[in-house]
């Protein structure tokens, strides 16, 4: 190891850029900007409590999960049409070309959209071509998970899963999300069974307000890959040592976090007590426009009031690149590609 590389990172997001790494965690709906979202508004003729861009920032001032959620859903209705799903994918591939994320496993709530009325295949294709075109055009590689609004009943979500069908190929993994308390990930078990036998991986937000509890059940009951967030595991010591020995990825989002209050400030936050204990956490963005920033910032957030080493943000692009549904031939140059980074930091 270098000197330089156990320096303290720099706080400035555009050091991270060069950095090769994956983004797991990330709802497509949540990279909604607010100027697609006034431009999608006018084009489809829906009315929002809001004039320009800044009434949009303004809004996103959230006191909880919930309080975002509400205006979370109430963006999503400018999305309607298979182009307005393009224009919104393809605006977060572009992201993806620019801050050095060489592989994405994009989140979408298909729920949130069917129940408006907005038909499944709308939503996928819109999304899959734009996948297909940034492939196509730079090469980026990205992968699809279908999230599970778990604050809806688990019928809601077979259907989900039985509207997915024809798709199943262009999906990776089955996901939970939303509304955590109140709603532990074990009624969902034969929803999980029924997407494992379509082939998908499993993974589900758990431990983000909710209690380890729900991390247990997450990894007991849906036999997940991956818990997105995790960062209540903490506070239960058999739970870490499983996490650890098991390696399980936990995809943390620090900025969201801090926005969303489940951390009182970005200093208290945990997760480089969890990288140094040898936890498998990564870095990621949620829901990037509603809380501050995509995943370069959430990186520079990181550096700027948490220890964290030149070395350590290797280590944070490695864990999310080795967490990743890639395989291990895919794998190998973007980690040799990371082992490039840190010695240019010389
Ligand atoms: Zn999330």
Redesign the pocket.
Known sequence: MTEASNSQAPADPEFYRSLPKAEL?L?IEGSLTAERMLALAERNGVTLPYAAVEDVEAAYQFDDLQSFLDLYYQGMSVLQTESDFYCLTMDYLEVCRREGIVHCEI?FDPQGHTERGIPFATVVSGITRAQDDAHAQWGQSSALIMNILRHLPVTDAFDAVEQARPYAARISAIGL?SSEVGFPPEPFAPVFSAARELGWHCVA?AGEEGPPAYVWGAIVDLAVDRI??GIRSDEDDALMDLLIKRQMPLTV?PL?NVRLRAVPTMAKHNLMKMLQAGANVCVNS??PTYFGGFLCDNFAAVARDLPMTINDAAQLARNSIRSSFLTDSQQQPILSNIDRWLEAQR
């Open positions: 965690h709802h989140g999300d937000h997105d967030h989002c969201s949620d829901d």
